[in-house]
C-alpha cells in the first residue's frame, strides 16, 4: 500500500541513510527513462548500442548515441529531488551515502559528494586498449572517433570508449565493499535507514540492495511514480513524483 500525504523520514543524531536512486529522480530535469522511451534509441534496442558487441560492430553509432546523452545532460539541471538529497548529506555528512544508477551526473550538480555511480558516468571516457584511468570528457563526439592521445605518444591506435557499465559487463565490486561498510558502520553506530527513489527494481544487483540493507536491520523506504518491481521488499512505499516527495520527507 502507498501512503497518500507525504511523511517525513524518522532521522535522529544516530540515522545512517543509504539511498539507491534511479532514473526516475532526473524525470523531472526533462531527461527520459528507460522505461519510458521503451529501451529504444532510434528503432533500435539500447542493448544493441550499450554493449561490448554493439561497440565492437559499430563504435561511431555507439558513440553517437553516447554524444547525444551528453549533450542531452549538459541542457538540464538537477531538480528539487536532486537538492533535497544534496541537502540530506550536507546535514547528515559521513552517515549518509547515495548510490546512483543514473550517469548524468545530476547528482554531483547538486552538490552531493558521497556518491557512488554504480553504472558508470557519462562524463568520463577510457582507452580501450591501455590502462589509464577514466577522465572528465564532457564532449560530444558525434561524427568522429576519439582515439587516446597516450596511446597515439607511444605509436599505437587505440579508441576511446565512454566509461558506463554496458549490458554483459561487470560492476566495480569494490563499489559493493563500500555500501557494506557503510552498512556494517550504521548497524553498529547507529541505525540505518534504506531510501529508493526513481527505480524500476528491475535491474540487478542494485534491485538487490534493499535485501543487503535489511539483513544489516534498515528500515526501508520507496518513493516511486508506480510500484517498483521488487516494491514487496519495503517497508514503506511513498507514491509520487521524487521532485515533490523528497523535500517533503527530508522536512
Ligand atoms: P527505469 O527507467 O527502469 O525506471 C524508472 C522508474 O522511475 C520507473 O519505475 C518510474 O515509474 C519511476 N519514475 C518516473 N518518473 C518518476 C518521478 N518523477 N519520480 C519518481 N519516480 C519516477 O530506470 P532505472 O530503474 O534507473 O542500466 O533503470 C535501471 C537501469 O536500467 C539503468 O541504470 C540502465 C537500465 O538498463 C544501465 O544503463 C547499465
Same mark, same amino acid.
Given at each position: 500500500?502507498?501512503?497518500?500525504?507525504?511523511?517525513?523520514?524518522?532521522?535522529?543524531?544516530?540515522?545512517?541513510?543509504?539511498v539507491l536512486s534511479g532514473?526516475g529522480v532526473?524525470?523531472?530535469?526533462?531527461?527520459?527513462?528507460?522505461?519510458? +522511451?521503451?529501451?529504444?534509441?532510434? &528503432?533500435?534496442?539500447? %542493448?544493441?548500442? $550499450?554493449?561490448? *558487441?554493439?561497440?565492437?560492430? /559499430?563504435?561511431?553509432?555507439?558513440?553517437?548515441?553516447?554524444?547525444?546523452?551528453?549533450?542531452? +545532460?549538459?541542457?538540464?539541471?538537477? &531538480?528539487?529531488g536532486? %537538492?533535497?538529497? $544534496?541537502?540530506? *548529506?550536507?546535514?547528515?555528512? /559521513?552517515?549518509?551515502?547515495?548510490?546512483?544508477?543514473?550517469?548524468?551526473?545530476?547528482?554531483?550538480?547538486?552538490?552531493?559528494?558521497?556518491?557512488?555511480?554504480?553504472?558508470?558516468?557519462?562524463?568520463?571516457?577510457?582507452?580501450?586498449?591501455?590502462?589509464?584511468?577514466?577522465?572528465?570528457?564532457?564532449?560530444?563526439?558525434?561524427?568522429?572517433?576519439?582515439?587516446?592521445?597516450?596511446?597515439?605518444?607511444?605509436?599505437?591506435?587505440?579508441?576511446?570508449?565512454?566509461?558506463?557499465?554496458?549490458?554483459?559487463?561487470?560492476?566495480?565490486?569494490?563499489?559493493?565493499?563500500?555500501?557494506?561498510?557503510?552498512?556494517?558502520?550504521?548497524?553498529?553506530?547507529?541505525?540505518?535507514?534504506?531510501l529508493a527513489v526513481g527505480t524500476?527494481?528491475?535491474?540487478?544487483?542494485?534491485?538487490?540492495?534493499?535485501?543487503?540493507?535489511?539483513?544489516?536491520?534498515?528500515?526501508?523506504?520507496l518513493v516511486n511514480?508506480?510500484?517498483?518491481?521488487?516494491?514487496?521488499?519495503?517497508?514503506?512505499?511513498?507514491?509520487?513524483?521524487s521532485?515533490?516527495i523528497l523535500?517533503?520527507?527530508?522536512?
Open positions: 500500500m502507498s501512503e497518500p500525504i507525504p511523511p517525513s523520514l524518522p532521522l535522529d543524531e544516530r540515522t545512517h541513510v543509504l532514473a532526473s524525470a523531472e530535469s526533462g531527461l527520459p527513462t528507460f522505461r519510458d +522511451a521503451n529501451g529504444l534509441w532510434e &528503432n533500435h534496442p539500447v %542493448e544493441e548500442v $550499450a554493449s561490448p *558487441e554493439g561497440f565492437a560492430r /559499430d563504435p561511431e553509432r555507439v558513440w553517437r548515441f553516447y554524444s547525444e546523452r551528453r549533450a542531452a +545532460a549538459a541542457n538540464v539541471r538537477p &531538480n528539487a536532486h %537538492e533535497a538529497l $544534496a541537502a540530506l *548529506e550536507r546535514r547528515l555528512g /559521513d552517515r549518509f551515502l547515495l548510490v546512483t544508477q543514473n550517469v548524468d551526473g545530476l547528482h554531483q550538480r547538486a552538490g552531493s559528494q558521497r556518491v557512488i555511480e554504480l553504472h558508470g558516468s557519462l562524463v568520463h571516457s577510457r582507452c580501450t586498449v591501455c590502462d589509464r584511468p577514466p577522465f572528465f570528457d564532457p564532449e560530444a563526439h558525434a561524427g568522429s572517433l576519439p582515439r587516446c592521445d597516450r596511446c597515439a605518444a607511444r605509436g599505437r591506435q587505440a579508441l576511446l570508449r565512454p566509461h558506463i557499465v554496458w549490458f554483459g559487463e561487470a560492476l566495480d565490486p569494490t563499489h559493493f565493499d563500500r555500501i557494506d561498510e557503510f552498512l556494517i558502520h550504521g548497524a553498529r553506530h547507529g541505525q540505518n535507514l534504506f524500476s527494481g528491475l535491474v540487478y544487483p542494485a534491485a538487490g540492495l534493499v535485501l543487503r540493507a535489511r539483513a544489516f536491520g534498515a528500515s526501508t523506504w511514480a508506480e510500484p517498483a518491481e521488487n516494491a514487496a521488499a519495503f517497508g514503506r512505499f511513498v507514491r509520487g513524483q521532485a515533490r523535500p517533503a520527507l527530508f522536512r
